[in-house]
Structure formats: structure tokens, C-alpha cells
Nanobody, 126 residues
Framework: QVQLVESGGGLAQAGGSLSLSCAAS????????MGWFRQAPGKERELVAA????????YYADSMKGRFTISRDNDKNTVYLQMNSLNPEDTAVYYC???????????????????WGQGTQVTVSS
């Protein structure tokens, strides 16, 4: 059974930092592009950041550039999201996602991802 399990969410103050992890099991995603999405109440799920299978290419949504960093450790089958300079607008449930086929480019939309974690809540207080 394939699983993506996020961890590291919680409560942070504005200007603070949180680090999210997503551990995959059931199959290797070492050859798959992966991404982090988020969804705030009443809003659509949006792409936060994505990373190619080998980490050579990364993508960030405009509002995350310079504040968030996506990385991966294929030996550990894990992808990370370091979030700095958090603000209340970053409050959302954060989801890890993986594309299915090997060596695909990163996806920019949720339907491009085949596997999803259950999400982890990030709350930023002002």
C-alpha cells in the first residue's frame, strides 16, 4: 500500500519557521516528481512548490519564493519543505503529492499528481 505521510505542521508566529517532511512508503518515489500543495478554508488547493525526481529543478509559487525551500532525499524516500518568514496568509492544510510515472516533469496542477498524503495543518498567528 502506497502511503505519503506528512509531519511537522503546527502553530507558528508570524515571522517564524516550520519544517515539513513527507515520508513515502509502499514504493520508491526516487524517480518521481513531487510537490507540496496547500488548501486554506474556502479556497482551492494550490501548488506551493515542486521538485524534479533528481532535485535538479525546483518550482515555487510567487508568494513562496525566497521564503520556502523544497528538497528531497531519495535514499530516505522523503521530501521536505522548509518554511521561513511565515505570515498568517500561509495558514492552511499542507499536502505532499507525488507523480506516478518515472522521470516526468514536475506538475503544476493537482490532477497531475497520483498520490497524496493526508495533510498537515499549519497555523500562523499574527
Amino acid at each position: 500500500q502506497v502511503q505519503l505521510v506528512e509531519s511537522g505542521g503546527g502553530l507558528a508566529q508570524a515571522g517564524g519557521s516550520l519544517s515539513l517532511s513527507c515520508a513515502a512508503s509502499g514504493r520508491s518515489f526516487g524517480n518521481s516528481a513531487m510537490g507540496w500543495f496547500r488548501q486554506a478554508p474556502g479556497k482551492e488547493r494550490e501548488l506551493v512548490a515542486a521538485i524534479s525526481w533528481n532535485g535538479a529543478y525546483t518550482y515555487y509559487a510567487d508568494s513562496m519564493k525566497g521564503r520556502f525551500t523544497i528538497s528531497r532525499d531519495n535514499d530516505k524516500n522523503t521530501v521536505y519543505l522548509q518554511m521561513n518568514s511565515l505570515n498568517p496568509e500561509d495558514t492552511a492544510v499542507y499536502y505532499c503529492a507525488a507523480r506516478d510515472r518515472p522521470f516526468e516533469r514536475v506538475g503544476y496542477y493537482a490532477p497531475e499528481y497520483a498520490y497524496w498524503g493526508q495533510g498537515t495543518q499549519v497555523t500562523v498567528s499574527s
